[in-house]
């Protein structure tokens, strides 16, 4: 069965910091990952994927992620961190089986500091 | 195009009462998803539907029933609210043919069970 893991569950930068988000993924197969953004009292917002090609995927909100297949990671970086960044982001790996499920990450809590 | 809404948007049951959640996306999507998100735990699967008339179970189901009788409309029942079923819950959907396995998500349920 599928699984991500999410190592750190809040993070505090500054403003203007540069910021990783760590993620590790566990799937026999291709995987396809994909970075969420929850803000306090709403759904979650797409930042960006991956399926195939290019292992380093720019998303929106100045955010990219790089797919590292031989440590199963998929971290999420952003060179200089806005206050408005301050959110919760989920990692996730999509099935590519019947129903194509999404298993995600126990999420990372982000705090910038003015 | 409203996306994917979800009705109600706040709702607090005693133990044992009934209800159900409503979720409807307008994109006309075949794949439609329910998860329900805990404090550290992410997003999880309670079950999902992958075209109208069908439905599945995920990886969270106990306790929670589904209906999909419309292709926009996917309808999460609780039978016997518990309060382990304190939660906010997520509806999603995504259309197969597109190949990229995005989900839409909607702006969640919080459910209280007292």
């Known amino acids: 069965a599928q699984s991500v893991t999410q190592p750190d569950i809040h993070i505090t930068v500054s403003e203007g910091a540069s910021l990783e988000l760590r993620c590790n993924y566990s799937y026999g197969a291709t995987p396809y990952l994909f970075w969420y953004v929850q803000s306090p009292g709403q759904g979650l917002q797409l930042l960006l994927k991956y399926f195939s090609g290019d292992t380093l995927v720019q998303g929106i909100k100045g955010f990219e992620a790089e797919f590292k297949r031989s440590q199963s990671s998929f971290n999420l970086r952003k060179p200089s961190v806005h206050w408005s960044d301050a959110a919760e982001y989920f990692c996730a790996v999509g099935d590519n089986n019947a129903g194509n499920m999404l298993t995600f990450g126990g999420g990372t809590r982000l705090m910038v500091k003015p | 195009n409203a996306g994917v809404t979800q009705t109600p948007k706040f709702r607090v049951l005693k133990t044992g009462q009934s209800m159900t959640l409503l979720c409807a996306q307008d994109m006309n999507h075949e794949y439609m998803y329910w998860y329900r998100q805990d404090p550290g735990m992410g997003l999880r699967l309670i079950h999902y539907?992958?075209?109208?008339?069908?439905?599945a179970k995920g990886e969270v189901p106990d306790g929670y029933n589904v209906s999909r009788l419309k292709k926009q409309n996917f309808l999460l029942g609780l039978e016997s609210a518990a309060p382990s079923q304190t939660s906010v819950y997520f509806c999603a959907s995504r259309d197969p043919g597109t190949g990229n396995y995005e989900q839409y998500f909607g702006p969640g349920t919080r459910l209280t069970v007292t």
């Open positions: 539907s992958v075209g109208e008339g069908t439905t």
